[in-house]
């Protein structure tokens, strides 16, 4: 059986005297509650927009008809977490105090900004890096061996999927739920001990995913230090650290190692929710609605994750930069660069990395992936030829995208950059790349699953149509 994570850390105790995050959101749930009671009772017949037939058939796009507590997502400024923007967050959510030149904020910080609202101190962050390394600790053995018997060659996302609903069994929301010990109003509690140690779970899960599909049998090719935070311990899993902590099966420099830890901070703490239409997040919530529990609900968030339209397109992105620079002639022929791009969208394909279903402004993500890289074009990234595409594809696809004249958003997604950095740091397992996102994506769709349960939401169920009464709305025959 799973050892008691209270027993690890319990959500009643302090970190060196500091509030835990539980602890500060049991105190903000009384006012969050009576905000949404109040609108509900005094509003509840308030029209929000009006649904089209081409958004019942073209995906509800702009369909605003989902409540998510954290994030919105706005076409022209971005992605919001709370009303504060990346910029915001990249100068207020506390970032790493280990001596290292790292200028990423810690995802730690933005979970807790994601649950309460509120931007923490750096002894709050800092607990909570504690308290997710504590809970790392009581990953079952169960799940250690299920992963371990997995074929090599399974697609590292089923991987993830099996092991993320492996830990139904030892889920304290099902077993309590099963066992008649929940009412509605403790539903949360249960919810939200699962939801961390998901999150808590996740580098060691990741880790062995990596070992196996790289031919190392699932064997860790690093430790778990207590004392590093959570996007260090997910690097250190994948041998990705120059240090004792790490096999370093890259053979990093130490400047080249805190730099991919740094990345690892960055990617995952701008991808941990982008409001809550998109697949996975969306797909988390609606199975959640059912009183799935978090691993349940979050496993098929993972699946939806997994799809080419939605979690895959950094590794597209990746391979057609590898092609493009293996058909140039030279990386400085800037001409070259943009014929190849016109004869691309000549033959009715696509760019790759470029475009977005809500954004019509550049993606902000993509922005600081681009500033970690220009920190850097003269030292790290000078002689790689894959990067400096990518950087040149940012300036001539967007001319070349309205020159054609066929999209609504030519200008780059956070897809465009992230997989070829990663690649460029020794991470080439292209399959492997939507694991990190989905450890990213868990902290924005496992908060809202703990709101959820909060404010005690019902199941989701729309209203669907058949294509007769879509004819008899246009009064076609």
Known sequence: MLRSTRRLYSHSSSYRGVKNLKTRLTELIPEKK???LNIKSKFNNVKVGDITIGSIIGGMR??????????????????????????????????????????????ESMLWLLMTSEIPTQDEANSLSKELALRAKSLPQETIKLLS????????????????????????????????????????????????????????????????ITGNGGELLGVLNEDKDWSYNICSMLGMVNSTDSSNRCNLTKSQSDDFIDLMRLYTGIHVDHEGGNVSAHATHLVGSALNDPFLS??????????????LAAQEVVRFLIQMNSEITSIDDDQQIKDRLKNLLDSRKVIPGYGHAILRKPDPRFNVMLDFVEKRKFTEFKDDDNIKLMQKLSTFAP??????????????????????????YGLKELLFFTVIFGCSRSMGPLTQLVWDRIYGLPIERPKSVDIAQLKALCKVN
């Open 62 to 107: 702009n369909n605003s008809s989902m409540f998510w507590q954290s994030t919105t997502l706005d076409p022209e400024t971005g992605i919001r977490f709370h009303g504060r923007t990346i910029e915001d967050c990249q100068k207020l959510l506390p970032k790493v105090k280990d001596g290292s030149k790292s200028n990423s904020f810690l995802p």
């Open 298 to 311: 979050y496993s098929s968030g993972i699946l939806g994750l997994a799809g080419p339209l939605h979690g």
């Open 399 to 424: 001319q070349v995208l309205l020159e054609h004249g066929k999209t609504k958003n030519p200008y780059p997604n956070v897809d465009s950059a992230s997989g070829i950095i990663f690649y460029h």
């Open 149 to 212: 018997d997995l074929p090599q060659d399974l697609h590292p996302m089923t991987q993830l999927v099996i092991g993320l609903a492996s830990l139904n069994k030892y889920s304290s929301f099902s077993n309590k739920y099963a066992s008649g010990q929940l009412g509605k109003e403790n539903y949360w509690d249960s919810t939200y001990e699962d939801a961390m140690n998901l999150i808590a779970y996740l580098p060691e899960i990741t880790g062995r995913i990596y070992s196996k």
């Open 34 to 36: 009576e905000e949404l």
